[in-house]
C-alpha cells in the first residue's frame, strides 16, 4: 500500500479514511482549507499522520503565499489533542526563513522519518511483547487504528502485529469496533485483511468479557499524547480497556513515536480533549436514531493514568516518565 500522506505535483495526496473500506481513494488537497477540513473530518488522522500533515500543510502554505504563520496557526488549531499536528506544523515553520523550498525538504524528512521511527517503535514493542506473554502464538486485542493509516507508512501499535505476523507469532487479533466512527471495524479490520492477519472484529463492549474468558494475551494502543508523567490520551474507550487488562492481568502496551511525548505537560490533566459533533451519536447515516433534540457526550479521547499501563514504547525503547527525548 502507498503512503497514507504524501507530496506530488504541489499538492498533499492522502488516503481519505472516511471512503474505506467501501472504497480506496486518493485525494489531492491543494489549499490550506482542504487540509484543516480534511483533518477535521478524519480523513487523515492519527496522531503520527497528523505530524505529517501538519509539516505538509506549512509547505503547502508557503509554495502559496500570504501569511504563512497565521496559516499554520489554523493547521495547528485543527484537532486540539494529538500533539503530533502542532510538532509537525513548529518543524516546518522553523525553516520558513530559509524559503518555501526549504520548508518543503524538512516536511518530506518528517515523512521519511515517520516510516522509519515507526517500524523501529513497533519493533522494540513487539520484543516487550513476547516478554511478557509466554504463550504463542498470541491473541492480540487492538483499539481505534494504530496500523499504515495512522501513520505516513508501517504504523506505530499494528506496527507491532505485522513484526509478529512476519515470525508466525500471531493466532488472531481481536479488533474493537471503536466507536462511534468505526476506526476499528473499517480500518483496522481492513489493514489486517490487506495483509492476511486472522482477525475478528467485536463491539468495544465486548473486550473485558473476551479477557475473563482468557481469550486476550496483551492489548496494544497507540497514543495521541503522552505527558511528561506517563499518561495516554488515546481513543475514547482506551482507559476502561486499561482498567479491564489490569483487572484481568493482561499486559497493556502503548507504541508511539517519541514526537508524541509531551514533556511540557505535567500530567494527563493538561491534555485537551475534543469534543466531537453529537451527530456522530444521533445519526446513523444521516439517519437520526434518537429522540428529537437528544444531547450527546461525545469526546474523542479519554486519558490513561500511566499506573495502568505495562509499557510505553517509542522509538528509543521503553521509555519511562522522566525522559526527555
Known sequence: MRRTIDW??????????????????????RTVDELVDAVKRLAVRGAPALGAAGALGVALAARMGGDVRADAEVIAHARPTAV???WGVERALAKLDEGADAVLAEALAVLTEDEELNKTASRHAADVVLAECPRRPLRLLSHCNAGQLATVGWGSALGVVWHLHERGLVEEVLVDETRPLLQGARLTAWELAQANVPYRVQPDSAAAAAMA???VDCVLVGADRIAANGDVANKIGTYGLAIAARHHGVPFVVVAPSSTVDTKLADGAGIAIEERDARELTEYAGVP???????AFNPAFDVTPYDLVTAVVTEQGRWTPGENR
Not at 499538492?11 to 479514511?17: K, L, M, R, S, Y
Not at 436514531?289 to 444531547?295: L, M
Request: hydrophobic share 50%; aromatic share 2%; net charge negative.
Open 8 to 29: 506530488a505535483d504541489g499538492a498533499i495526496v492522502i488516503i481519505d479514511q472516511t471512503a474505506l473500506p467501501a472504497e480506496f481513494r486518493l485525494l489531492e488537497l
Open 84 to 86: 503530533n499536528l502542532a
Open 213 to 215: 474468558r482468557g481469550m
Open 289 to 295: 436514531v434518537t429522540p428529537p433534540g437528544a444531547h
